[in-house]
Structure formats: C-alpha cells, structure tokens
C-alpha cells in the first residue's frame, strides 16, 4: 500500500511561496504515480499537479501551471509542491494521492493523505 503523509502547509502572504512535502510509505513507491489535489470548503476537489514513477512525466492543472512546480525523490519517498506566486484563490486543504500505475491518470487515485492547510492572505 501507498499511505502518504503531507506537510508544510501554513498561512502566506499573497506572492508568497510556500513548500509541501509527501512523503508516501510502502515497499514500492518508485513505482507509482503521485498527485497533488486541494479542496476548499464548500468546493469540489480538484486536481493540482501529477507526477509519474520515475518525475520524467509532469502535469498541472490550468489555474497553477507556471507558479506551481511537482518533483519527487525516490530515494526519499518524497514527492514535493513548490508554490511561487501564491494568490488568496490558492488556499485550500492540500492532499497527496498515490495512484494505483506508474503513470497519471484520470480514474482517481487509490491513497490519500490527512491533508495539509494552505491559507494565502490578501
């Protein structure tokens, strides 16, 4: 199984960067894909960012393309949120998922984090 672990959440000031770690346990965590997703209260959630087994594969959602940046170290079973250019429509519950492949897909993925608090003031 994949049980990831978030943290790094906080309180920023809009333009601000903050960074989320994951770290996902399990006997084969470089073999799977990993996403970030957020969800706001009383909003859906939506997909952020995906990762493929090996970082080679990047994805992002339309509304944080070019400020937001996934990577992961295998080596660590780590996957990482950079966020840069933080607006307040960015805060939300960040949660990191483990996929059930080694690629992103768009069936959800199968393991969840607690989730971690982004909050972006104006």
């Known amino acids: 199984q994949v049980q990831p672990v978030e943290s790094g959440g906080g309180l920023v000031q809009a333009g601000g960067s903050l960074r989320l770690s994951c770290t996902a346990s399990?006997?084969?965590?470089?073999?799977?894909?990993m996403g970030w997703f957020r969800q706001a209260p009383g909003k859906e959630r939506e997909f952020v960012a995906g990762?493929?087994?090996?970082?080679?594969?990047?994805y992002y959602a339309p509304s944080v393309k070019g400020r937001f940046t996934i990577s992961r170290d295998n080596a660590k079973n780590t996957v990482y949120l950079q966020m840069n250019s933080l607006k307040p429509e960015d805060t939300a519950v960040y949660y990191c998922?483990?996929?059930?492949?080694?690629?992103?897909?768009?069936?959800?993925?199968?393991?969840w984090g607690q989730g971690t608090q982004v909050t972006v003031s104006s």
């Open positions: 998922a483990g996929y059930t492949g080694a690629g992103v897909s768009t069936t959800p993925p199968r393991y």
């Open positions: 990762i493929n087994w090996s970082g080679y594969s990047t």
């Open positions: 399990g006997r084969t965590f470089s073999n799977y894909a």
